[in-house]
């Protein structure tokens, strides 16, 4: 085993190589490579353990869950059944203060339901709610804060990415890691929901003071339906179909039916039958395969690369350094769980989620179960830390994807990034909501599974 000084030298060569520029599977690969040799000192072991790691990953089914579920929520994508309720919650919310955005909250926590990936749902609601927003003379920074935010929720709520690499890395329940993800999801969407509320009232400026002033030239002739009757028939085969496909798909897996790759292929499946109903032609299906090959694919290399380094951690004792060396440290638990969040916002300014995740999950959550943490309600808690960083400079990738996705000079990057402070504010009080509550995290999957 490793002294905490070896440990320090592979983990901060990783690091090193992050910040220099390399790519993450890159920085995993070669970290993971001179660990391994460090123990052997033999090349063979090492090309042995590359060849057999990347042989055992090809054959675990687990892996093509990523791809099947987003190809589930980009098929649903291309059939317009987000718009349709979108433009129905709209309609039902007139009353409201600042209904616009409170209905891009609630079509966000619809679309996670069915996207398990934040930047689609940044893109989706950023061409179907910024227009109407812009019309109604929302505040532009505010208007695109609420769709940066409320996107976030695409992570959290099921079929999330990120849970499913958690569960991978963590070698959990990705079925129960989806259960545990859903109250915490609504208890996010409400508080976005409060925080838009209280602008309303206090700030009536911000939401247009309920004033349309439209411009048609400013809005995408592709979003007429927006301000068009929608008929009841469109909105209701959306809306049973969304339904239907998200109860068939998380049902089936929380009670059993199938596994979670099987649900996936079963979800993507129904996704096509409902696009082609809706009138998705072939070129939508061709750009739906390709979007999510094109994403898909760098995950998977990513998690290939993980797999070998959560190896070499466990070779080197990298893990058991680092779990011995806080466990005699006499911090508090809490004080342990404070740097852990820490280190994933700063992480989170310079990288994207899924590779602070791979890079340090690894390492800290056998950490947070040392000293006693919840295993889910951590797992929750990490998802939601991780995903904050989307929405920190410089990096914040949810902020750079509606800017590329409006289209609208009038609006810097830097306005969006202070117009997504206040959501980044609840959803670190929303971790510490469930630190204090992991029940809150753990309700569900322990009814029902």
Not at 84 to 103: E, F, M, Q, T
Request: proline content about 5%; overall charge neutral; aromatic content about 10%.
């Amino acid at each position: 085993m490793f002294d905490l000084s070896t440990a320090s030298l592979i983990i901060f060569l990783l690091l090193g190589l992050v910040l220099l520029g390399f790519h993450v599977a890159v920085a995993l690969g070669v970290t993971s490579a001179i660990g391994i040799y460090m123990v052997t000192g033999k090349l063979r072991i090492v090309e042995a353990t590359l060849a057999s790691t990347a042989a055992e990953a090809m054959r675990d089914f687990t892996f093509a869950v990523i791809p099947l579920f987003m190809l589930m929520g980009e098929f649903i994508g291309k059939s317009g059944a987000i718009s349709d309720i979108y433009v129905a919650i709209n309609k039902g919310l007139k009353r409201i203060p600042a209904r616009l955005a409170i209905a891009t909250v609630l079509g966000n926590t619809v679309f996670s339901f069915v996207t398990g990936v934040s930047i689609a749902s940044a893109a989706a609601f950023s061409r179907i709610a910024y227009p109407e927003m812009k019309a109604h003379r929302y505040d532009r920074g505010f208007s695109l804060g609420a769709i940066a935010g409320s996107s976030c929720l695409g992570m959290l709520i099921p079929p999330s990415v990120l849970m499913i690499v958690w569960g991978i890395l963590t070698e959990q329940s990705i079925g129960r890691l989806f259960l545990a993800g859903v109250l915490p999801g609504i208890l996010l969407a409400t508080l976005f929901i409060l925080y838009i509320v209280g602008v309303a009232i206090f700030r009536p400026e911000m939401v247009g003071e309920g004033k349309r002033h439209v411009d048609p030239g400013e809005l995408d002739p592709t979003l007429d339906s927006t301000r068009a009757k929608l008929p009841p028939i469109q909105f209701a085969t959306s809306m049973v179909g969304v339904i239907g496909i998200v109860a068939a798909v998380l049902g089936g897996i929380w009670f059993g039916v199938f596994t979670p790759t099987e649900g996936a292929g079963a979800g993507a499946a129904l996704a096509l039958i409902l696009a082609l109903l809706k009138g998705m032609n072939w070129r939508g299906f061709i750009d739906a395969i390709y979007s999510v090959g094109k994403t898909a694919a760098p995950i998977l290399i990513l998690l290939l690369a993980a797999a070998l380094y959560s190896r070499t951690l466990a070779m080197t004792g990298v893990t058991n350094a680092i779990r011995s060396f806080f466990v005699e440290s006499g911090l508090d638990p809490f004080m342990v769980l404070t740097i852990i969040i820490l280190v994933w916002f700063v992480l989170g300014m310079i990288i994207d989620s899924i590779s602070i995740m791979l890079l340090t999950v690894p390492i800290v959550e056998p950490v947070a179960l040392a000293f006693g943490f919840d295993q889910l309600s951590f797992a929750i808690v990490g998802i939601i830390a991780i995903e904050a960083g989307l929405l920190t400079p410089p990096f914040g990738l949810l902020v750079y994807t509606v800017k590329a996705a409006i289209q609208d000079p009038e609006v810097g990057v830097q306005r969006i990034f202070l117009s997504s402070i206040p959501y980044w504010g609840i959803m670190l009080f929303a971790v510490l909501m469930i630190i204090a509550f992991p029940q809150i995290a753990n309700l569900l999957p322990n009814a029902l599974m």
